[in-house]
């Protein structure tokens, strides 16, 4: 039987190579994100700041494969904004679909996955971790899943779900490009300061949200590893 996987976000550069990933190595996979993702055999639409949305992806979810074997939280936004001039729209914005809106995926999953067990993998950030400047609600936010993150791994051990976190560095995206071409990040400076010379790829990424999903992780429960090429050991970096 294939095992079945939902990846929020996965419309995005992240989203879609972890989808590719999963479908690589024989999963179901329900592509879910704001528009429906194209080129998929199965996909939903979800917006993960409301309730009803996800409650009604995962059921319909469930409906048709009978079962949810994966959770892949991978939906997130961003403001860079200095604190003074971040809004508090921005910020309830980054919160509700960054962290609230795992909550809600989580929430929406429960029941189905304690039926069987299975997996939940949380796309966190470096930036839970080490904190650069104008980026204030995102880092809250991914701060505050890694929390959320051994709180789940912990409630749900006994029901045999594994919650990990997969924390990136700078991923090398369209994201990245665009501030980049705006002036906003200078993409040569970040490469120097990381160890290993490079910037993450979607790939690096999607290979760990893979192994974390699988057999092979069975005991790997409330951890966040971090795929960011020696970014969060070096004391140079920030």
Known sequence: MSRVAIVTGAA????????????????????ADLTEPEARRFATTID??????VDLAVTSSVERHGRIDLLVNSAGIGYLEPIQSLTEEQWTAVIDVNLTGAFRCLRAAAAPMTRHGGAVVNISSITGL???????????S?????????????????HGIRVNGVAPGWIDGPALRANAAAGRIDVAAIESRIPMGRLVGAADVAKLVRFLGSDEAEHITGQVIYVDGGMSAALDVW
């Open 12 to 31: 995005g550069g992240l989203g879609t190579a972890i989808c590719d990933e999963l479908e690589g190595e024989g999963w179901i996979v329900v592509a």
């Open 48 to 53: 993960v700041t409301d309730p009803r949305s």
């Open 130 to 140: 080490r904190a650069p400047a104008r980026r204030a609600a995102y880092v809250a």
């Open 142 to 158: 991914k701060a505050g899943l890694d929390g959320l993150t051994r709180a789940a791994a912990v409630e749900w051990a006994p």
